[in-house]
């Protein structure tokens, strides 16, 4: 009969995954283990959870233990309060919380782990053996609960079972663009998450929902607001509702942070300056901490975007970046908060964009506070499909850091197209600076690791902008999650390689099917560089219509400043095309350290993925590949919509193997992004083709219109993106 009835429950399951799958549950789906045996192996070591602790946050790691287990197991597990004699489970929470584990002598092992790592390991616990999950905080315990279950998810033994993990980063925080009128800015997934007619009175269960997927991740913070900050947010009004946000999110072990807009103090009415210097600047924000810590008291501080793109900040008044900084940093250390302060800076009157950062806070080294650190974007531009890392992080020697990088589609096509960011993130996490010669990577420096005799107690981290919305599945196309997955994992611990972390969040999101896992991983890994190649290989960049950063407008110089235009960054003439950033060009190789420097300046070392990054080269410069410069840039152009083509291809055939919702959602999407990645190189080949005089190579398909008819349809094209109006007023008639 108890065998009847499993099948029964297993049968229900399958039911519900036959039916509709929408992408809500994201990772965290829980559908039963189809391996049978291995299924059956887990049942039998895991029949209940044990949690003696009762915070809030114990209480949610034993709820989401019963939940995913009973999902996975096809059976019902409960929860209890004591160990029952004979009956294995799962044992968690802190010594502090738990004689069950108080009795198993952990605390010197736990001791090296700190306030957020875990143990899981099988012991005997009151003559039977148990699985323990074990940790210093209610928060550890939450996080080793989360790992826990996705062993399971990904269908690991649990034999021998033994693990450590603390996080090797700090701050681990995602950033929304999110405006008060709910558009998101560089948002392609609906409205913003956080509805303000209806907070504090109304939390909707998304926002746990939220919290969920980012803790299941070990991601500790969230920045809920746009950096083109609207004061208002620091008002009671707003503090309510955003304080209501913040009980939600607290026992998932994630802080709040805000971005400010720098001249809150003149935009209130209550002054006629925001000089950081000024005495009564400085009371306004200490009295302005002081409000937000009354209505959050582990409000986690302030995310600062200042004398960028039209924002203010402490330039205007005269002063530098540590002034501004430093007075907000003031402000907040009573209450343990930090500032986030990003260094995506560059004027208009610089030479070459690439320097902004460095030059202006590489002066300014271990002149900022202990509770500052310096938000810095992976690459020395703007989140380009690939860059070179910024040499900001090889200067900065007594400064916090920590790299931004993007997981929102803004220059890899929006919601609409495959683009794992995998790749990039470790790309860039792997790049070798050569500060103290080699294993200088900057994965190295993010920790602290290699500028310890400069920086005693550093504070690491790694932020993401990730602009989820109101659509069902968050993301809009179904793949962006797993950037968002990748993302928390590498944040977690950068050592973790993109393919191994496709590979998991595929077993989590669709099956654990080896004959669905290799293809798809492989249409994955394949992504990025698809998107390079059809957009801008060989180390081209920003080729973008520029405001929408959707399709292609490689022409464009019609912008009014120099470096928002793209014949600014590929210099095609008729004697070449690329940047020359070496010492006859701009000099911005020379922000480098010495020895990479040399390997970019040399045409025998430098990558060719990033060669026309940092040269100016010739049409028929010759290549590794024994091509002139002008047929390896039409091949890497046809190359990336033969990618295209090929990961539809690869899609189609596994039509079967997963629900028809997403299998069709993503088979659309992927002839969407095929349609735009022939556009892309149709666009580009011709408008490069006009400057070289060169032909296209007789072995491929010529562009079916002249380079008037592309530029006509980036005027007129659709643009995805309702945030910025440049993309909803080019609407094709």
Known sequence: MRKFSLLILLGCFLTSFSHAEDGYDMWLRYQPVANESLRQDYQSKIRQVIAEGNSQTIKIAASELQRGLSGLLATSVNRASTSNSGVPGVVIGTPANSKLIASLNLKKRLASLGDEGFLIEKTRVANTEQIVIAANTDVGVLYGSFHLLRLLQTEQSLNKLSIASSPKLQYRV?????????????????????????????????????????????????????????????????????????????????????????????????????????????????????????????????????????????????????????????????????????????????????????????????????NVILQIKNGPIDFQPREPVSPLFASLKKTNMMMEVQVTQEYFGFATHLAYQGPLFEEALKTDLLVKGKGSTLANILSGELNKATNKNPRTGMAAVINPGTDRNWTGHPFVQSSWY??????????????????????????????????????????????????????????????????????????????????????????????????????????????????????????????????????????????????ELVDKYYSGVAQVRNMQAEWNKMEGQIDTERFEQVKALLAVQERDAVRWRDSCVVYFQSISKLPIPDAYEKPAHDLEYYKMLARTTYVPDPWHPAGASRVLK
């Open 486 to 631: 990748a993302f928390g994992r590498m944040a977690w611990d950068y050592s973790l390689m993109s393919d191994a972390i496709a590979d998991e969040w595929l077993r989590m999101t669709f099956s654990n099917q080896e004959k669905f896992i290799a293809p798809v991983k492989k249409i994955m890994m394949d992504s990025r560089e698809a998107g390079v190649n059809y957009r801008s290989p060989l180390g081209l960049t920003h080729l973008y219509s520029q405001g929408d950063h959707y399709g292609p407008a490689p022409w464009t110089a019609d912008m009014g400043r120099a470096d928002w235009n793209a014949v600014y960054y590929h210099r095609a003439a008729e004697d070449g095309i690329g940047f020359n950033r070496t010492a006859t060009g701009s000099n911005a190789l020379a922000q480098y350290p010495a020895e990479l420097a040399k390997q970019y300046a040399d045409l025998n070392t430098v990558p060719e993925d990033l060669i026309l990054w940092f040269h100016h080269l010739p049409w028929d410069y010759k290549m590794k590949s024994g091509k002139t410069l002008w047929v």
């Open 174 to 370: 995602v950033n929304h663009w999110d405006n008060v009128n709910r558009l998101v800015e560089r948002g392609y997934a609906g409205l913003s998450l956080w509805d303000w007619g209806t907070l504090p009175e109304l939390k909707s269960p998304r926002y746990a929902d939220y919290a969920r997927i980012n803790a299941s991740l070990g991601i500790n913070g969230t920045v809920i607001n746009n950096v083109n900050a609207d004061p208002r947010l620091m008002s009671d009004q707003f503090l309510k509702k955003i304080a209501a946000l913040a009980d939600v999110f607290r026992p998932y072990g994630i802080k709040l942070y805000l971005s400010i807009n720098y001249n809150a103090p003149r935009a209130y009415g209550d002054l006629d300056t925001a000089d950081p210097l000024d005495p009564r600047v400085q009371a306004w924000w200490k009295a302005r901490a002081e409000k937000i810590y009354s209505y959050i008291p582990d409000f986690g501080g302030y995310l600062v975007k200042a004398d960028s793109e039209g924002q203010p900040g402490p330039q205007g008044y005269g002063r530098n970046h540590a002034d501004g900084a430093n007075m907000l940093a003031d402000t907040l250390k009573p209450f343990k908060g930090v500032v986030f302060w990003r260094a995506f800076v560059y004027h208009p009157d610089i030479g070459d964009r690439f320097r902004g950062a460095y030059d202006e806070f590489t002066p300014l080294d271990g002149k900022f506070k202990e």
